[in-house]
Each structure stands twice: as C-alpha cells, then as structure tokens.
C-alpha cells in the first residue's frame, strides 16, 4: 500500500488510509497546537494523531532500507514491537476519525446510521 502511494495512486485506496497520502511530505508536518486549550478543536487533534503516524511510519519504512535483513525477519524480529506501536496508533487515529464523522458527516466516509 505505502509503494501505490508513493506512486501517486492514493485514489485507489481506502479513504481509511488517506493519511498516507501526507507521508511523502511529513517533514513539514507539525501540529500547529502551542498550548493546551488548542486542544479542544477536533481538527488539531486529528492533525496531532497524524502527524505522529506519519512520523513513526517514516521511521519504520527508513529502517527498512539500512536494514540487510529478510522482509520476514525485519517484520518479526528487529522492527515487531514499533510495528505494533504503528499499528495500535492507526487503530487510535482511524477511531479517532470516525468519531468525528459521527459528530460531523464526511463524504469521504459513507457511514450508515446503526
């Protein structure tokens, strides 16, 4: 997935994983929040959890290319424990943005009352 988005082919991918789109450019990333009731915006959130994503991901797929190990080993032996702090984090970021499609309808997501 994160090769197609380095391709430019982000429309064919989930709108879940839109964010990945930002990966590309996540070194001028920064969450614009300097104090603490800038906390209270949805939006600032978001970006928060975003940016955070991205730059563990970065680090990940960066590691990745020093590393002269196997896929298999890289995956379950020297990155296994940042990889399931990654993936626990799109779980927070993904819940994060339904929530607020919840509360403010998205066209991105088509979400069918329960």
Do not use: W
């Amino acid at each position: 997935m994160v090769k197609r988005v380095g391709q430019g082919k982000i429309a064919e991918i989930n709108p879940v994983f839109k964010y990945l789109a930002s990966l590309a450019t996540f070194k001028d990333l920064r969450c614009k929040a300097t104090e603490a009731n800038h906390f209270l915006d949805l939006d600032v959130i978001e970006e928060a959890l975003r940016v955070r994503l991205c730059y563990q991901l970065a680090s990940i797929l960066k590691a990745r290319a020093k590393s002269t190990a196997t896929k298999t080993d890289f995956v379950n032996s020297e990155m296994a424990l940042e990889i399931v702090k990654v993936a626990q984090e799109h779980i927070k970021y993904i819940s994060f943005v339904l929530f607020g499609c919840k509360i403010r309808p998205s066209p991105d997501f088509n979400l069918v009352p329960l």
